[in-house]
């Protein structure tokens, strides 16, 4: 019975740290992404600015209506 105990308790173990390693992974993969989209907020916003200035420059450019 106690082996029967220990067996069970061994696996029960294997699986916490089946279970502890997944998350960690889940953990890791999550602050990749947070990473990402806080990198594409800064590429989003450079290309607002780019954009806009790039607006202004051409502004000054009038075409004549045919």
């Known amino acids: 019975m106690i082996g029967g105990f220990h067996t069970a308790a061994q ?17 890791g993969m999550t602050r990749q992404n947070a990473a990402l989209v806080e990198r594409s907020a800064a ?3 450079s290309l ?5 200035r790039l607006a ?3 502004a000054v450019f009038r075409l004549q209506a045919a």
């Open 11 to 27: 696996h029960q173990t294997t699986g916490i740290h089946s279970v502890n390693k997944a998350i960690v992974q889940f953990d």
């Open 56 to 58: 202004e420059t051409v």
């Open 48 to 52: 607002r600015e780019q954009t806009r």
């Open 43 to 45: 590429a989003s916003m």
